[in-house]
């Protein structure tokens, strides 16, 4: 029986963990005390029953379809969060070489950080000396070519930036940090050497972490001397089993990839991201109160950072719109202002709720 009073729903800006489809918790809902008439939950099962395994292999099967990774890629379920990559690939990938390195933001210099500790890198390209207002122009001709991999984070969800287009690094391996973009927008996966993202923005519950990475990548680099959970080659032998995985997070996102491919796949859903931050770009952008933070093809469609005149009438403007129902919406402490963070469940009625009331506030 649904329980839901969709109306006692806040409309959730948050920049992560986020909103997720309604449908989606729904499900889980109903399934949550007796899973499929299984006599138990989900959070009861083991991790290697036959019953969890289809679990698995759903959410691994239904990425795949979404994002159409081919079979020489793997595709990992693992704890830790993004910030665990930060380690996890420069000590496995690493080695052979420096890392060409893209720094957009707050995530990139986190990463970078731990890249340091394991071996070299040189900076490609920065909008450091802008307060990574934009995607730095990226001069793919002067990536080494003895270079482990080229790093970048695909989107900036403090900055509000995002790659509209991924750079051609030829031979040396791309990895991407997209744990605020996944699954929002098609991608051409055999561009990339590794894919890790948080799944807590747009690919379900915080707890899981997606790693989509070439097997053979995989393959050449495996070091046993590194520790047990670092090595990828190990996680992928085991299907990410190496000790008890994130069982109902990666149920959840198993629920949520499969409410992506209702809604039409990642080509449809890209198409709403686009109609819901021009909606909201729009309106900024013709207001002589509101002021966007990011111009141009560096804007990003999941979060949105915008100004008022003032930053005493940009606490007021959160500390109301809270009261309205609409939450999340401070900016983040580096860069203050606010920021709308719209990824792929927030309806666009959502959006159209938010420019109604930055509309009433603009005229108070």
Not at 167 to 176: A, E, Q
Request: overall charge neutral; aromatic content about 10%.
């Amino acid at each position: 029986m649904n329980h839901t009073k969709t109306s006692e729903r806040v409309v959730n800006f948050n920049a992560g963990p986020s909103t997720l489809p309604l449908d989606v918790l729904e499900k889980a809902q109903s399934d949550f005390i007796n899973y499929k008439g299984k006599g138990l939950s989900v959070l009861e099962m083991s991790h290697r029953s036959g019953d969890f395994m289809a679990i698995r292999d759903h959410a691994e099967s239904t990425i795949r379809q979404l994002l159409s990774i081919p079979d020489d890629y793997a595709v990992l379920f693992l704890h830790g969060g993004a910030t665990t990559q930060f380690s996890s690939v420069p000590m496995y990938f690493g080695q052979t070489g420096p890392v060409s390195f893209i720094h957009t933001g707050s995530w990139t210099k986190k990463a970078l950080a731990e890249i340091k500790k394991f071996g070299s890198h040189t900076v490609l390209a920065s909008s450091e000396d802008t307060n990574f207002d934009r995607i730095p122009a990226i001069d793919t001709s002067q990536i080494d070519s003895a270079s482990s991999y080229v790093y970048c984070c695909s989107n900036n969800t403090i900055y509000g930036t995002q790659f509209a287009e991924f750079p051609d690094t030829g031979s040396v391996p791309l990895v991407s940090d997209m744990s605020s973009d996944i699954l929002s927008r098609p991608l051409t996966i055999n561009r990339f050497g590794l894919i890790f993202a948080g799944a807590q923005k747009n690919a379900g519950p915080a707890g899981v972490t997606l790693v989509i990475a070439r097997k053979d990548w995989i393959a050449t680099h495996a070091n046993p001397n590194l520790p047990l959970m670092f090595q990828y080659d190990k996680h992928l032998k085991e299907d990410s089993m190496l000790n008890t995985c994130p069982t109902f997070s990666i149920y959840l996102m198993g629920l949520t990839a499969q409410w992506l491919v209702d809604q039409g796949g990642v080509s449809a859903i890209a198409a709403k991201n686009q109609s819901k931050a021009k909606a909201l770009y729009d309106y900024i952008d013709a207001s002589d109160f509101y002021t966007a933070c990011v111009s141009g093809n560096s804007r990003s469609l999941m979060n949105i950072c915008f100004k008022t005149p003032s930053d005493e009438l940009d606490a007021k403007f959160h500390k109301h719109a809270a009261e309205a129902g609409l939450i999340g919406l401070k900016g983040h402490r580096l860069v203050g202002g606010l920021r709308a963070s719209m990824y792929n469940a927030m309806p666009s009625a959502g959006v159209a709720q938010l420019i109604g009331f930055m509309d009433q506030f603009r005229k108070q």
